[in-house]
């Protein structure tokens, strides 16, 4: 598996790895509610990722097996964590893992000396095991509740 900057042709496999990250990862988040999983995965759509590839402020990441995306993550130039999705036929080998120290590291080439994401219920055992800890209260998001956390690089 390798970790590069995402490109246009990967915009349909990469939408289609977040969207199945969240319909079939993010149960204790969405619950099978409809409308929040409409809200969640709506923006995710290739035409959307085509556009965040050309944001200057952002860095749009892809992991990589040969031609089959793993995991999709994003962090911008401030060191905010967007995105961070794996396949459900990659889970628990290292993908998030690896995506997350890549963006950390790119958050640090930008001059950050601190990340922040908000972490869904999901994902938050996975953030805190990699050194973040959680700051103020939960937010609303989508209609789920999501967990802001930072850590100092
Ligand atoms: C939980 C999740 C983030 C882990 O990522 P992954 O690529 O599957 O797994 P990795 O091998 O990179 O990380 C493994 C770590 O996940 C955590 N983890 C393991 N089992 C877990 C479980 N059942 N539930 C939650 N976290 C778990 C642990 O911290 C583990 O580390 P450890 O083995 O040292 O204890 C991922 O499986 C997931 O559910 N993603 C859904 C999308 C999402 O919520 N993204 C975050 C958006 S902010």
Redesign the pocket.
């Known amino acids: 598996m390798h970790i590069r900057e995402a490109l246009p042709d990967d915009a349909e496999a990469a939408c289609s790895v977040m969207r199945r ?2 319909a079939e ?2 149960h204790a ?1 969405h619950r099978n509610d409809p409308a929040i999983l409409a809200r969640w995965m709506g923006n995710k759509t290739p035409q959307n990722f085509r556009t965040w590839i050309e944001q200057l402020n952002n860095s749009l990441l892809v992991a990589a097996e040969g031609d089959v995306v793993l ?1 999709v993550g994003s962090v911008t130039d401030a060191g905010r ?1 967007g ?4 396949s459900p036929d ?11 120290h890549a963006l950390e590291w790119r958050g640090a080439q930008r001059g950050n000396s601190k990340i922040t ?14 050194g973040y800890t959680e700051i103020g209260k939960p937010i609303e998001a989508f209609g789920t509740t ?1 967990f802001p956390m930072s850590k100092i690089l």
């Open positions: 990250s969240i990862l993010c988040d995991g964590i995105l961070n999705y794996v990659a889970r628990f080998q290292g993908v998030s893992r690896a995506l997350l994401l908000e972490s869904t219920k999901t994902a938050r055992r996975f953030y805190l095991s990699n999501s």
